[in-house]
């Protein structure tokens, strides 16, 4: 590994830990010439997943996208960052199990499948978003699927 302060190629690992839920190392560095320490990261090189998007684009999957929006459909609400952290951890290893691509509306369905459990208010705000609810009609009508589930 080059040390990051004088380029020389020659370092040792002075310390090793897991890191990301056992997804990723850290190693603490020590640069052989300069002796000067530095931390590197090692984390596993997966193969990209794409998300093929309704109008048939097809984007690189992002954690961060899908966590924000279930972030905004419990805004305001008692759900728990732990609780929005696993729900987005949980979607996410399902999409990578899934193959190299998945649909947005397989992931839509996900998060509706998990925010119904964590939360009814953020589950139906979600899918009012999700599933483009034009009138009250559709809106009343999703209301009466999850009252009848019950």
């Known amino acids: 590994m080059k040390c990051?302060?004088?380029g020389?190629?020659?370092?040792r690992v002075i310390d090793s830990r897991s890191v990301e839920d056992g997804n990723a190392i850290r190693r603490r560095r020590e640069c052989e010439k300069c002796g000067r320490r530095f931390t590197t990261y090692e984390k596993v090189d997966t193969i990209p997943l794409m998300v093929v998007k309704k109008d048939k684009r097809r984007e690189p999957f992002d954690s961060?996208?899908?966590r924000q929006g279930i972030l905004k459909a419990c805004e305001k609400r008692p759900v728990s960052m732990?609780?929005?952290?696993e729900l987005t951890d949980r979607i996410e290893m399902k999409a990578y199990a899934s193959d190299q691509e998945i649909t947005s509306a397989e992931i839509g369905e996900m998060v509706m499948d998990g925010l119904k459990e964590l939360d009814k208010?953020?589950?139906?705000?979600?899918a009012s978003v999700y599933?483009?609810?034009t009138?009250?009609?559709?809106?009343?009508?999703e209301l009466n699927k999850l009252l009848n589930n019950r």
């Open 4 to 6: 990051v302060f004088c």
């Open 8 to 11: 020389c190629e020659e370092s």
């Open 64 to 66: 961060e996208k899908l």
């Open 82 to 85: 732990s609780a929005i952290d």
């Open 121 to 126: 208010v953020s589950y139906v705000r979600f």
């Open 131 to 133: 599933r483009q609810f």
């Open 135 to 141: 009138d009250l009609e559709n809106f009343i009508e």
